[in-house]
Nanobody
Framework: QVQLVESGGGLVQTGGSLRLSCAVS????????MGWYRQAPGKQRDLVAA???????AYADPVKGRFTISRDNALNTVYLQMNSLKPEDTYVYYC??????????????????????WGQGTQVTVSS
């Protein structure tokens, strides 16, 4: 089993920055990909960014150039650095982990993975 715990959400003004963290514990050796999803009430959950065990990353178009996903394998933590935040970035953000191996790390292929584990979510609110 794998446990994911997010932190770092909050309220920020337009143009500000936040860094989300996802602490991973348990059977870490089984995880090959990590991702950040976001979801608004009553809407589907959308993939924002993802990273493979080897460090290959991919981003959804709305966040390219503003968000950066990274992983610290020594600390078993995945981060999502969010810069130039906009009100439309207001969502609950979820960390996810997948055991599947991804050969071609595009955002579309990450989105097709079976994400096996999920965190509880952290709220990000961007005020205008």
């Amino acid at each position: 089993q794998v446990q994911l715990v997010e932190s770092g959400g909050g309220l920020v003004q337009t143009g500000g920055s936040l860094r989300l963290s996802c602490a991973v514990s348990g059977s870490i050796f089984s995880i090959n990909a990590m991702g950040w999803y976001r979801q608004a009430p009553g809407k589907q959950r959308d993939l924002v960014a993802a990273v493979t065990r080897g460090g290959s990353t991919a981003y959804a178009d709305p966040v390219k150039g503003r968000f950066t996903i990274s992983r610290d394998n020594a600390l078993n933590t995945v981060y999502l650095q969010m810069n130039s935040l906009k009100p439309e970035d207001t969502y609950v953000y979820y960390c996810a982990a997948a055991r599947s191996v991804l050969l071609t790390p595009t955002i579309a292929n990450f989105g097709r993975l079976m994400w096996d584990y999920w965190g509880q979510g952290t709220q990000v609110t961007v005020s205008s």
